[in-house]
Protein backbone atom coordinates (compact mmCIF):
# COMPACT_ATOMS: atom_id res chain seq x y z
CA UNK A 1 0.00 0.00 0.00
CA UNK A 2 1.05 3.51 -0.61
CA UNK A 3 2.18 5.74 1.26
CA UNK A 4 -0.56 8.41 0.69
CA UNK A 5 -3.63 5.92 0.91
CA UNK A 6 -2.08 4.43 3.94
CA UNK A 7 -2.28 7.74 5.64
CA UNK A 8 -5.84 8.17 4.29
CA UNK A 9 -6.83 5.12 6.15
CA UNK A 10 -5.29 5.97 9.34
CA UNK A 11 -6.71 9.33 9.66
CA UNK A 12 -10.28 7.30 8.77
CA UNK A 13 -9.15 5.11 11.82
CA UNK A 14 -8.54 8.31 13.66
CA UNK A 15 -12.44 9.81 12.98
CA UNK A 16 -14.42 6.56 13.16
CA UNK A 17 -13.36 6.34 16.88
CA UNK A 18 -15.58 9.92 17.32
CA UNK A 19 -18.12 8.67 14.69
CA UNK A 20 -20.75 5.80 15.31
CA UNK A 21 -23.96 5.78 13.83
CA UNK A 22 -26.85 4.03 15.15
CA UNK A 23 -30.88 3.30 14.33
CA UNK A 24 -32.19 6.47 15.01
CA UNK A 25 -28.92 8.25 13.53
CA UNK A 26 -27.33 6.50 11.05
CA UNK A 27 -23.70 7.08 9.19
CA UNK A 28 -23.08 8.40 6.35
CA UNK A 29 -19.93 7.56 4.76
CA UNK A 30 -18.12 8.05 1.13
CA UNK A 31 -15.61 6.66 -0.90
CA UNK A 32 -14.09 8.40 -3.44
CA UNK A 33 -12.10 7.18 -6.86
CA UNK A 34 -10.27 8.43 -9.26
CA UNK A 35 -13.80 8.16 -11.64
CA UNK A 36 -16.50 7.30 -9.45
CA UNK A 37 -17.60 8.76 -6.02
CA UNK A 38 -20.21 6.27 -3.68
CA UNK A 39 -22.23 7.26 -0.90
CA UNK A 40 -23.75 4.82 1.70
CA UNK A 41 -26.17 5.29 4.69
CA UNK A 42 -25.23 2.98 7.42
CA UNK A 43 -25.98 1.42 10.64
CA UNK A 44 -23.44 0.37 12.70
CA UNK A 45 -25.54 -1.07 15.99
CA UNK A 46 -26.94 -3.68 12.96
CA UNK A 47 -23.77 -3.70 10.51
CA UNK A 48 -26.27 -2.87 7.47
CA UNK A 49 -26.18 -0.67 4.15
CA UNK A 50 -30.01 1.13 4.95
CA UNK A 51 -29.36 3.17 1.14
CA UNK A 52 -26.36 3.25 -1.06
CA UNK A 53 -25.65 5.45 -4.58
CA UNK A 54 -22.99 6.28 -6.80
CA UNK A 55 -21.94 7.96 -10.10
CA UNK A 56 -21.32 4.49 -12.09
CA UNK A 57 -24.96 5.18 -13.88
CA UNK A 58 -24.72 8.32 -13.84
CA UNK A 59 -24.50 9.83 -17.35
CA UNK A 60 -21.18 12.69 -17.50
CA UNK A 61 -20.31 14.62 -19.53
CA UNK A 62 -16.96 16.20 -20.77
CA UNK A 63 -18.06 19.52 -20.97
CA UNK A 64 -16.55 21.96 -17.52
CA UNK A 65 -18.95 24.45 -16.42
CA UNK A 66 -16.97 27.98 -17.02
CA UNK A 67 -19.02 30.40 -15.27
CA UNK A 68 -18.77 28.60 -12.24
CA UNK A 69 -15.85 26.90 -12.16
CA UNK A 70 -17.21 23.30 -11.67
CA UNK A 71 -16.27 20.12 -13.22
CA UNK A 72 -18.32 17.83 -14.16
CA UNK A 73 -16.74 15.38 -11.46
CA UNK A 74 -18.38 17.82 -8.87
CA UNK A 75 -21.47 18.32 -10.64
CA UNK A 76 -22.53 14.40 -10.36
CA UNK A 77 -20.95 14.48 -6.84
CA UNK A 78 -23.83 16.98 -6.32
CA UNK A 79 -26.45 14.79 -7.56
CA UNK A 80 -25.21 11.80 -5.63
CA UNK A 81 -25.69 13.71 -2.78
CA UNK A 82 -29.38 14.03 -3.62
CA UNK A 83 -29.95 10.88 -4.31
CA UNK A 84 -28.87 9.38 -1.36
CA UNK A 85 -30.67 11.77 0.32
CA UNK A 86 -34.17 11.29 -1.80
CA UNK A 87 -33.57 7.16 -0.77
CA UNK A 88 -32.71 8.04 2.95
CA UNK A 89 -35.80 10.29 3.17
CA UNK A 90 -37.92 7.87 1.47
CA UNK A 91 -36.57 5.21 4.53
CA UNK A 92 -37.49 7.95 6.77
CA UNK A 93 -34.09 9.02 7.65
CA UNK A 94 -33.58 12.79 8.16
CA UNK A 95 -31.08 12.62 10.15
CA UNK A 96 -27.58 11.43 9.81
CA UNK A 97 -23.65 11.96 10.70
CA UNK A 98 -21.49 12.69 7.72
CA UNK A 99 -18.16 10.28 7.57
CA UNK A 100 -15.75 11.59 5.08
CA UNK A 101 -13.39 8.40 5.25
CA UNK A 102 -10.54 10.44 6.00
CA UNK A 103 -10.42 12.78 3.02
CA UNK A 104 -10.13 16.42 3.34
CA UNK A 105 -13.90 18.35 3.28
CA UNK A 106 -13.40 20.10 -0.03
CA UNK A 107 -13.96 19.29 -3.99
CA UNK A 108 -16.37 16.51 -4.53
CA UNK A 109 -16.50 15.42 -0.84
CA UNK A 110 -17.92 18.71 0.03
CA UNK A 111 -20.12 18.96 -2.86
CA UNK A 112 -21.40 15.23 -2.32
CA UNK A 113 -22.58 17.02 1.44
CA UNK A 114 -23.96 19.79 0.40
CA UNK A 115 -26.10 17.91 -2.31
CA UNK A 116 -26.88 15.88 0.71
CA UNK A 117 -28.24 18.93 2.36
CA UNK A 118 -29.96 20.51 -0.24
CA UNK A 119 -31.60 17.39 -0.48
CA UNK A 120 -33.10 17.23 2.89
CA UNK A 121 -30.34 15.20 4.98
CA UNK A 122 -29.24 17.17 8.32
CA UNK A 123 -25.93 16.52 9.47
Known amino acids: MTGKSQKRITRHMRLRRKINGNNDIPR ?22 LASSSDIKMKKTNIKNEENKITVKMQTAFAVGQDIASKALAKKINKVVFDRAGYKFHGRIKALAEGARKGGLIF
Open 28 to 49: LTVFRSAKYIYAQIISDENAKT
